[in-house]
Structures are given as structure tokens and as C-alpha cells.
């Protein structure tokens, strides 16, 4: 008879809402102000209407999302669940030296910054310094630590520890998920602000996004290190050229 591998237990539903908040556009981190480098692909032509901006940012999220950031996150949260501090400086280490731009570079520190800061003040001392020192190791990361480090973090604290791959592997694609639609939202805003575009066009994107996230999450899962990239340069052309942007809503 074949052997039945029983499935995984599904997250409870404190832990699906903990992924929820952390995807959530008020999520006190500043992402909201930040475009990517959308703002400098409209301002060149390259993403002025609504299906030139759907198109690019889906492209952006399987060139550069799901083969850098999400690809990290995967790592990174096994990582802190087992207390390797090692494998997390190596992994922030990554992110910093692949943001191209000053811009980028700046979002990614701020936005991590902020999340350890929230991380440590919302209460319970399950979740304060004392009671998780990751939360310590996290701020201390040289130069600083980045976003995605920073979410692995915050997911690893509301998962449970693993008791079987199955379990684990399921628990990082919802937390890939929430990443995934925190960027997505942040970004359809951005592209309505500065195309601009209307609230149902904002809607269509954010439909377009979803329906590219799963498959840019299954991209991410499979890839070791040697296979994660950060090659945009198109995006990093554009966003030195957003640096010295006369007129803009955003900081990247």
C-alpha cells in the first residue's frame, strides 16, 4: 500500500491574522512612501497608463521580488526560527550590497528599522526585548537591519516552531503571501497617485498582481542561493534618475 504522508496542520488563526497585519498598508513602517522606482518608469513614459504600469510592476515582481526579496524571506525566517545568526547576517549582508541605489538602499534599512522599533513596542513580553533577544540580534545587523530580514523576523515570532517540513514549508508561503500583497498594495497606490489613475483601475491591477503572486512565490521557493538575483537594471537606472527627479511624490 502506499505510504500516506498526512498534511500539515493549517496555522491557526492567530497566526493567519498576525500575517494579515503584517501585510497591512497601516503597518507603521513607511512603506506607503516609497514607489521603487515607479514614479521614475512614469515620469519616462514607461508606465503612464494603466496597463503599462500593470505590466511593469508584474514584471517587477517576478524579476526582482520573487528572486530576491522572497527568496530571502524563505530563507530567512527557518533561519531565525533556529537561532542562526550567522545565516541572517549573511542574508541581510545580501540584501544591502544588491540594493543598486541610494534610494533602494534607504528604503530597505528605514523600512527594517522600523519594523524591529514596532516589533518592540506593541507590547507583551513575549515580543519585547527581554523576552525575544533575536529582536536585539535583529537591530544590531550591520549596516542596519533590511525589510525582508526585519518581516522574517516578525513571522518567525507568530509561527509556531516546525515539527515537520510539510508544516514549516506551508507556514513560509503564507508568510510569502502576506509579503507579497503588503508590496502589491503599497505599489497599486503609488501607481495611483502618480499616474494617476482611478480607484477601479487600482483594482484591476491589484487583481493582475494577485493572480502573478502565487506562481512568483513558487518561483522564490525553488531557489538556492547560488540562483538568487538581483539584476534589474532598467529599475536601477530609474531609480538613480528618481534621485535627481525635479518634481515627486515619493522617496524612491
Known amino acids: 500500500m502506499p505510504r500516506v504522508v498526512p498534511r500539515p496542520a493549517p496555522l491557526s488563526p492567530g497566526a493567519r491574522l498576525q500575517l494579515m497585519w503584517l501585510a497591512s498598508p497601516a ?5 506607503f512612501s516609497y514607489s521603487e522606482g515607479l514614479e521614475a518608469a512614469i515620469a519616462s513614459g514607461l508606465a503612464d497608463t494603466e496597463a503599462k504600469a500593470a505590466a511593469w510592476l508584474r514584471d517587477q515582481l517576478h524579476l526582482s521580488l520573487a528572486r ?20 541572517i547576517t549573511e542574508l541581510n549582508a545580501w540584501v544591502t550590497l544588491t540594493r543598486e541605489t541610494s534610494e533602494l538602499r534607504l528604503q530597505t534599512e528605514q523600512m527594517g528599522r522600523s519594523l524591529v522599533a514596532w516589533l518592540h513596542n506593541r507590547g507583551g513580553e513575549a515580543l519585547s526585548a527581554e523576552g525575544d533577544p ?4 535583529c537591530a544590531a545587523l550591520p549596516p542596519a537591519p533590511t525589510w525582508p530580514i526585519a518581516f522574517a523576523l516578525a513571522v518567525a515570532q507568530c509561527l509556531p516552531q516546525p515539527t515537520q ?22 505599489m497599486v497606490q503609488a501607481a495611483i497617485k502618480a499616474v494617476p489613475l482611478g480607484q477601479s483601475a487600482g483594482q484591476r491591477m491589484l487583481q493582475s498582481l494577485i493572480e502573478a503572486i502565487p506562481a512568483a512565490i513558487d518561483h522564490a521557493l525553488t531557489l ?11 529599475l536601477a537606472i530609474l531609480s538613480a534618475r528618481h534621485e535627481t527627479q525635479y518634481s515627486r511624490l515619493f522617496r524612491s
Open 224 to 234: 538556492p542561493d547560488s540562483q538568487r538575483q538581483a539584476f534589474t537594471p532598467m
Open 27 to 31: 503597518l507603521p513602517v513607511g512603506g
Open 68 to 87: 530576491a526579496d522572497l527568496a530571502v524571506v524563505a530563507k530567512a525566517v527557518p533561519a531565525w526560527q533556529r537561532g542562526d545568526l550567522a545565516r
Open 165 to 186: 517540513a510539510g508544516h514549516s514549508e506551508e507556514a513560509i508561503r503564507e508568510a510569502l503571501l502576506s509579503f507579497a500583497f503588503g508590496w502589491a498594495e503599497n
Open 134 to 137: 533575536r529582536l536585539q540580534q
